[in-house]
């Protein structure tokens, strides 16, 4: 039987092309050197695979197999076909990672956990989320000057990992 373990979990969230993946990416790099495990789920489009027509895994999922589960020498990956089920929320897909310091969601904008949003000038809306969306500081490659959360600059991935150890409740490494 698998532990529950409470994950700390912070999300990166923006309208499209705000710089949600680019970000995540620079951040997890970041706290990774600082010696932090870190995981990341993505929400996706529901047509999104990972599998390809053609592999032996993609022909055991369309061959009709519920979960798929991938082995190597180098990684795993299990893959669950939802089928006729609804989509999993967050909290649920948690509970499948791991225990690590700190995980990084990128996308479930309407989830309560707490959230940095992305904005870019190229993005494809430039309005702000909502502020029923938890958002606890803003990253943006432009002034943000009705700000009532912290704002940090989009390349200063220093400051916002600082700022994520600290609003996740991470004691500073030393």
């Known amino acids: 039987m698998r532990q529950v373990v409470e994950q700390r979990v912070i999300g990166i969230s923006g309208w499209k092309n705000s710089g949600k993946t680019t970000l995540t990416e620079r951040l997890v790099a970041e706290l990774t050197a600082r010696g932090r495990k870190v995981s990341t789920i993505k929400h996706a489009h529901h047509d999104a695979d990972v599998d390809h027509e053609g592999t032996d895994s993609f022909r055991h999922r369309a061959a009709g197999a519920s979960e798929v589960l991938l082995a190597t020498g180098r990684r795993?990956?299990?893959?669950?076909?939802?089928?006729?089920?609804?989509?999993?929320?967050?909290?649920?897909?948690?509970?499948?990672?791991?225990?690590?310091?700190?995980?990084?969601?990128?996308?479930?904008?309407?989830?309560?956990?707490?959230?940095?949003?992305v904005r870019r000038l190229e993005a494809r809306f430039r309005s702000p989320l909502p502020a029923s969306m938890n958002i606890i500081a803003i990253a943006a490659d432009h002034e943000v000057g009705d700000a009532t959360v912290p704002v940090f600059d989009l390349n200063d991935i220093s400051a916002i990992a600082d700022f994520i150890e600290g609003a996740a409740g991470l004691a500073r490494h030393g």
């Open 76 to 117: 795993w990956a299990l893959m669950h076909e939802l089928r006729d089920e609804g989509e999993p929320a967050l909290e649920e897909l948690l509970v499948k990672l791991s225990p690590c310091d700190i995980v990084l969601v990128e996308g479930f904008k309407k989830d309560a956990h707490p959230k940095i949003e």
